[in-house]
């Protein structure tokens, strides 16, 4: 149980490009959603948290236009990375959980590998 | 921010031995911890969480909590070449470290 799957897997586009990315909870109603960065050999870094519902609260240094994330049911969000640059290039993850309690464990998903060319 | 370290490694251990990784977070506040295990290229997957003092046993894992020290720690015992991967800890749901790259030596 407790699976999330993650779409699409890997993404190469050019510069200036928007590309989206969904994150599914698919045998458990996901109450809150995370969405992580990953640059090589470092660690996850949060991005933001989403509630279904409502607004997404996103970590201090990150820009709210540029990482537009929506999460409109409570197996369903999507991160929109706008006008991506080479410097967007990443690893983003999402993850699910299944309560709002910050000692909840989360569930990942495999990842999406961004190229930004 | 809350401060999780871990030491980057490599740790390299024999098959069978038993495989130690440990963790030390800043915030005493902090109630629940969680090992993860990442392999290359791929997301963390959950290996066990710990909310209470004193050690917790599942299969061959042990995860070890002092929080008046505050440092966490992951026995691996029986150590497999399957092991081999980077070892994520993470203080409540959103802080991990760095990780610890364990290579297991057949």
């Known amino acids: 149980g407790a699976v999330v799957s993650q779409h699409p897997s890997w993404v190469i586009c050019k510069s200036g490009t928007s590309v989206k990315i969904e994150c599914r909870s698919l045998?458990?109603?996901?109450?809150?959603m995370f969405w992580y960065r990953q640059f090589p050999k470092q660690s996850l870094m949060l991005m933001a948290t989403?509630?279904?519902?409502?607004?997404?609260?996103?970590e201090q240094g990150v820009e709210k236009d540029k990482f537009l994330i929506n999460h409109a049911s409570l197996t369903l969000s999507t991160l929109t990375v706008t006008s991506a640059h080479p410097e967007d290039s990443s690893f983003y993850i999402c993850?699910?959980?299944?309560?709002?309690?910050?000692?909840?464990?989360?569930?990942f998903g495999d990842g999406t590998r961004l190229s930004i060319l | 921010q809350k401060e999780v370290e871990q030491n980057s490694g490599p740790l390299s251990v024999p098959e069978g031995a038993i495989a130690s990784l440990n963790c030390t977070y800043s915030d005493r506040g902090s109630q629940s911890f969680f090992w993860y295990r990442q392999y290359s290229g791929k997301s963390p997957e959950l290996i066990m969480f710990i909310y209470s003092n004193g050690d917790k046993e599942d299969g061959r894992f042990t995860a070890q909590l002092n929080k008046a020290s505050q440092y966490v720690s992951l026995l691996i015992r029986d150590s497999q070449p399957s092991d081999s991967a980077t070892y994520l800890c993470?203080?409540?749901?959103?802080?991990f470290g760095t990780g610890t790259s364990l290579t297991v030596i057949p």
């Open positions: 993470a203080v409540t749901q959103f802080y």
């Open positions: 993850s699910a959980s299944q309560g709002t309690h910050s000692n909840q464990p989360q569930h």
């Open positions: 989403s509630n279904e519902g409502s607004k997404a609260t996103y």
């Open positions: 045998d458990f109603q996901a109450t809150t």
